[in-house]
């Protein structure tokens, strides 16, 4: 059996970093174990490119999820990741902090370290800001960060309808407080996604400490005691192990890695009973604590307005915005699913921004199918502080098998109230004096929906649909809270030598996009684990 220092579950978003940063030293080995391939299609690359990864299994896990009674009885799609970069490698590329009460509310649970000023400096020496290093960017990280390459002027005049509804403008969404209207920066370099693979595994893969391997489904963690020390997975139908001198770290993300945690033996001890699954350490809250943000997509269409819809079915536009894109690396096919986001509260008793709108000239049923034929703009908005919680969990101990994944959207009263209002906003802001001259016209959920809560409630569970934010179901929190998974050090409690690294340490969800967070985390790990396993002097 091979022995590495040490060895990492999952080379996504978290998993990349950690990798760039552990091997750094050219005195341990370090294996990366990822179950997707390598990141080498065309579609990874072109940021457009989420419209074919998305639902695609050489890109995509495509979980669903359970029929969810907030939804009306409906399963969604559940994107994640599944190649080199993880969901970096299909997301939205939206460079997004969160806002500087989130990270302050972590550490008022007694996460002590993850107060905003001290993740703040780790966003900044992570980034590669496109105007240079300020007070709150850094410039020469290598997560690059750049404005988007094409304009369109219905987003424009959204911008000002949205400040004829009192939603000021702001040029900068990352200082800490994100309220207003701006475009989104974007993870890309001159016309190209730039993926966590791109920034930060990439450069590592030459070192001779560095091991990458593709294609590996990961199935447990095996113990010597309760110090974890190896690993199993399967690879090419072979089943394979390796050992950790040092430590293993789940990377898999808020699914994956609770199903390697379950399958190991940590978890609920009623729920491995059941399984079979011999028990390590119970710990109840793994695979609970489930937060996602739940986007409402309004769609008006729209006369007199130049939209992706019509551009797209023009096939002499569309052969333009390919020759563009081959030759300037800009048009249309440079596009981040959103391009003008809007924070704004929901209500006067709402201290700061709780509601995310990501807005697009363009429209469609969902992901993965064609775009309409009419003209039409999406207004999508998320509850960004939801109050439901749902949970993920195995459903066998073959890692074959796909996991329960159950949201439970728009469960609590102040969720459905707070979407109620989200698309009272939406709506006023389509009906300000900017946007007149489009006449615009909702299509999605339709004027034949009424204003008061329980429609628009009813309303909300027929067109809600995930934006692909799963956090929180290996949460950070003290020993003393029963469904806390890692400590403030994002140690496993229970056992030795097993940590996780991403967005499932995330006891509250962060007020905006979550991928940045997510590669913050990582970066924060990294040094938190080679401070720990620095020899004594």
Not at 47 to 52: I, M, R
Not at 233 to 241: M, P, V, Y
Request: one cysteine or more.
């Amino acid at each position: 059996m091979d022995a590495y220092d040490y060895i990492i579950a999952g080379a996504g978003s978290a998993g990349s970093v950690l990798a760039n940063r552990l091997s750094e030293d050219p005195d341990v080995r370090v294996l990366v174990l990822e179950a997707g391939g390598r990141d080498n299609w065309i579609w990874f690359h072109v940021p457009v490119g989420y419209l074919f990864a998305i639902g695609n299994p050489r890109a995509d896990w495509c979980f669903r999820t359970v029929e969810e009674p907030g939804l009306n009885g409906r399963a969604l799609s559940y994107p994640r990741g599944k190649v080199l970069g993880g969901s970096s490698a299909i997301n939205a590329m939206i460079y997004m902090r969160g806002q500087a009460a989130d990270y302050d509310h972590w550490r008022q649970l007694g996460l002590n370290g993850w107060g905003w000023d001290d993740v703040l400096p780790v966003f900044k020496a992570q980034e590669d800001f496109y105007a240079g290093a300020s007070e709150f960017h850094g410039a020469g990280g290598p997560w690059r960060v750049e404005p988007p390459r094409v304009s369109w002027p219905i987003l424009d005049r959204y911008r000002d309808a949205c400040a004829e509804v009192g939603i000021p403008r702001t040029e900068d969404f990352n200082t800490g407080d994100n309220e207003g209207s701006g475009y989104f920066p974007v993870n890309q370099r001159r016309g190209q996604r730039w993926s966590a693979a791109r920034g930060f595994i990439r450069p590592a893969m030459s070192r001779p400490n560095l091991t990458v391997e593709t294609g590996c489904l990961v199935d447990r963690v095996g113990f010597d005691g309760r110090r974890a020390e190896r690993i199993d997975w399967i690879q090419e139908g072979a089943r394979r192990s390796a050992r950790a001198r040092r430590e293993i770290i789940l990377a898999s993300g808020s699914i994956g890695s609770v199903q390697i945690l379950q399958r190991s033996g940590i978890g609920a001890a009623e729920t491995l009973h059941r399984l079979g699954i011999e028990v390590v350490a119970d710990r109840p809250g793994v695979g609970r604590n489930l937060q996602d943000h739940l986007q409402l997509r309004l769609i008006y269409k729209v006369t007199g307005a130049r939209t992706l819809n019509e551009t797209y079915w023009n096939l002499a536009r569309r052969a333009w915005m390919g020759v563009d894109y081959a030759l300037r690396r800009r048009g249309p096919l440079t596009m981040a699913p959103s391009q003008l986001g809007v924070f704004a509260r929901s209500g006067e008793d709402v201290e700061r921004a709780d509601l995310e709108f990501h807005v697009q000239p363009l429209s469609l049923d969902k992901f993965g199918e064609p775009l309409h034929r009419f003209p039409a703009i999406t207004s999508s908005v998320c509850n960004l502080r939801p109050e439901s919680r749902g949970h993920v969990s195995i459903t066998s101990p073959d890692p074959e098998a796909a996991p329960e994944i159950a949201p439970n959207y728009l469960s609590t009263d102040r969720d459905r109230e707070i979407a109620a209002r989200s698309i009272r906003l939406a709506r006023r802001i389509a009906a300000a004096p900017a946007l007149a001259a489009y006449r615009p016209v909702e299509h999605l959920p339709g004027p034949e929906v009424g204003d008061d809560d329980a429609a628009l409630a009813r309303a909300a569970g027929d067109i809600g649909t995930t934006i692909f934010h799963p956090v929180g179901t290996a949460k950070m929190g003290l020993e003393s809270d029963p469904m806390a998974v890692v400590d403030e050090r994002l140690r496993v409690f229970g056992v030795e030598g097993l940590r996780v690294v991403d967005a499932s340490v995330m006891p509250t969800i962060v007020s905006g996009n979550t991928n940045t967070p997510t590669i913050m985390i990582a970066g924060k790990a990294a040094g938190m684990i080679l401070e720990d396993n620095r020899p004594p002097r």
